[in-house]
């Protein structure tokens, strides 16, 4: 019973063997369609129209036909081992002895031989096949729209401002250009196809290669400030340099170990931390004033017109409220502002003139304090400036020189005169008779 069933059984893988040799003479026709931006690689399938080839997925007939569209790699592989690549467009013939068939190109008696060789080699593994043979396509376009946004502030050596934190966002795009080294290292014999997402993660979830990239953008960034004194506001304009710096960065991480390189860089905003903005804002001021000095005046005379304003409103009346600000004294308050006019009108009349302050008034009085002035209020007691013997005194007892009272705002009264009446008189009329003042 063993003989009958060992030969039922070695009949059995016979037939099974010649009937796979058979399926397998067929030549078949090999191509991919686009692979977009989403997929890196796929692994190659007949085109069987008709049906007809119903042959093993692993076994490529020698003679068959391999269509390579544009932008396109076709890598070949026989039992695990890359044997042939091309990035070439264009129509190739498969060129194997291991999956010899009568129907290649050659004498027909020498495929024939070739043929039942195969067969009898099937039947001895038990009609299974001992090789494996895969075409695997690869897509060489420019794989675009890779976002990217630093997590953190990066440290930038700006020319300008020094060193400032920036946050950056962006688009890169990658290419591959050595698609036998990429499959060597990321792909090995993968059954379907190998997606962008695989390879590259995302900003939100990353792989290696997007965090070697933002790792090496630091880098980068320094080379740009310290190196080629590029402002930050620039850099969007600098894609040509990020690029081959990213490339020169990358190149043994990516280029070596992988096959693929950075084919761009694009900067699509840049965001200065706080601290940062208000170190450029002072520094773009400081500039302006050096550049304009009539805009420096001009802020002068708005900040102590703000200043006055404030002043106005304080609960203890105006003229104490300036006199506590220091503007009503010699301390340069008013005198300040009156000196930002008159720059203003120097630098207006005479616009090629260098800008001068006009000197203070020689002379000045001594207060009760022992403090020494020059203005009309002691700067450091606040007291007014004694009157002249020729001053008057008014109802709140503060003695003036002036039309208006420093001290409450009264104005002066009018000198008297005495009418033919008889009746004194302040107006240009008498009040009792109506005569003019003589």
Partial sequence: MGLISLAANVIGVAGSSISSTVRDQYLEFFTCDSLGQGVIARRGAATMKNGKNKGNVDVITNGSKIAVPEGMGCVLVNNGEVVDVTTKSGMYTWDSSTAPSVFADGKLGEKLKASLSEAWQRMKMGSEIAQQQRIYFINMLEIKDQNFGTPTPLPYNDPEYRNIYIRLNGKFSFKIVDPVTFFKTQLSNISGEYTVAEFMGTPADPKQPR??????????????????????????????????????????????GRGVVVESVAIGGITPDDKSRERIEQVDQAKMFGQDPNALAATAILGQTQAMNTAAGNANGAVNGLMGMGMLGGMGGMGGTNSAFQFLGQQQAAPQAAPQVAPQAAGGWTCSCGATNTGKFCSNCGSAQPAPAAGWTCECGATNTGKFCSNCGKPQPAAGWTCSCGTTNTGKFCSNCGKPQA
Avoid at 214 to 220: A, I, N, P, T
């Fill in 211 to 256: 965090t070697e990239f933002l790792d090496r953008f630091s880098e980068v960034l320094n080379k740009c400030g310290g190196q080629d004194k590029i402002m930050f506001a620039n850099l969007p304009s600098e894609q040509g340099r990020l690029r081959s710096y990213m490339q020169e960065a990358l190149d043994e991480d990516w280029l070596q």
